[in-house]
């Protein structure tokens, strides 16, 4: 199985931009995805394969990377934006998520 | 709008068996590959079963197979998960979710099952 590795937890200022990151054990070529999901809801789809925003998205998210190492980048952090943020590869099964990223307000 | 909505969850004992169903709607359900996906408490998210548009195709991951079937009813934009052999660590949140691709585009608000004596 493609195990998928994210930090826990990142503090941010509001306004500022932060990184998010995700490293995959294998390649998944752009086959990896990004999802958002805020305290007592779904998760909701931000970025596919890679790069590509979401219909509806805020454009101040956007996506990066190949093979094995991926970002999502939120630039200017809100307040809205806190949540847990989670990376999906597809490129095998069985698909498989990060253990979520954490996303704090300094 | 596209709308998800899962129902049949609940407190089950190890062992025994439990249906899930979700209601679909805003969209043509039979163009679309769906899925299940689960979120123990206050843990991340795991894919749990995926089913092609007519039912022919089903995928799991190991800690399900053999014990979980998805199947949909297309005529009544219906998914359905049945769950047998239920273990304790089955105890999540189970969200049933619309295919973009291989990604999930569209997620229900989720439904409760414990197992638990």
């Known amino acids: 199985d493609t195990v998928l590795t994210q930090s826990p937890a990142l503090a941010v200022s509001l306004g500022q931009r932060v990184t998010i990151s995700c490293r995959a054990s294998?390649?998944?070529?752009?086959?990896m995805h990004w999802y958002q999901q805020k305290s007592g809801q779904q998760p909701k789809l931000l970025i596919y394969s890679a790069s590509n925003l979401e219909s509806g998205v805020p454009s101040r998210f956007s996506g990066s990377g190949s093979g094995t190492d991926f970002t999502l980048t939120i630039d200017p952090v809100e307040a809205d934006d806190i949540a847990n943020y989670y990376c999906q590869q597809s490129n095998e099964l069985p698909l498989t998520f990060g253990s979520g990223t954490k996303l704090e307000i300094k | 709008e596209v709308q998800l909505v899962e129902s049949g969850g609940g407190l089950v004992q190890p062992g025994r068996s439990l249906k899930l169903s979700c209601a679909a709607s805003g969209f043509t359900f039979s163009n679309y590959y769906m899925a299940w996906v689960r979120q123990a408490p206050k843990k991340g998210l795991e894919w749990v079963a995926t089913?092609?548009?007519?039912?022919?195709?089903?995928y799991y991951p190991d800690s399900v197979k053999g014990r979980f079937t998805i199947s949909r009813d297309n005529a009544k934009s219906s998914l359905y998960l049945q769950m047998n052999s239920l273990k304790s660590e089955d105890t999540a949140t189970y969200y049933c979710?619309?295919?973009?691709?291989?990604?999930?585009?569209?997620w229900g608000q989720g439904v409760m099952v414990t197992v638990s004596s």
């Open positions: 089913i092609s548009t007519s039912g022919s195709r089903t």
């Open positions: 294998k390649s998944v070529s752009t086959y």
């Open positions: 979710a619309r295919h973009r691709s291989w990604e999930l585009g569209y």
